[in-house]
C-alpha cells in the first residue's frame, strides 16, 4: 500500500473490525443524529448517532425497530469521547446479543 492510498480512510473504517454477532451494519453519515444502524434477523436494533443539541453520541438498543421498541429501549448509552465509541459499541454489541 503506497502512502496516498494509506492516508484515504472513510471515517467507518474504525468500526469495520467488530464482532457484529450475526448483525448487519449500515454506515449512515458521520456525527449525525442517524450515524451507524446494526441490525438482526430477530428485529434488534443498536443505533448509534450524535444529537444535534450535544457533543457527545448515543448508542441505543431496541428489541424492534418500531414504535414499542423505541419507546421502552433495552440500552442507553452516553459516550463523551469518539476515541471510545467503537469500544462501547462492542461491549453493547456483546452484552446484548449474548444475553
Request: proline share 2%.
Amino acid at each position: 500500500m503506497n502512502h496516498q492510498t494509506k492516508s484515504i480512510r472513510g471515517w467507518w473504517d474504525n468500526y469495520q473490525g467488530l464482532n457484529l454477532c450475526g448483525g448487519k451494519i449500515n454506515f449512515i453519515l458521520e456525527d449525525d443524529e442517524d450515524m451507524i444502524e446494526i441490525t438482526y434477523d430477530d428485529g434488534m436494533l443498536i443505533d448509534v448517532g450524535k444529537p444535534m443539541s450535544g457533543n457527545y453520541y448515543c448508542i441505543t438498543v431496541v428489541s424492534s425497530d418500531d414504535e414499542a421498541g423505541w419507546n421502552n429501549p433495552i440500552s442507553e448509552m452516553t459516550v463523551l469521547d469518539k476515541k471510545e465509541l467503537a469500544g462501547k459499541l462492542q461491549e453493547s454489541i456483546l452484552k446484548y446479543r449474548h444475553m
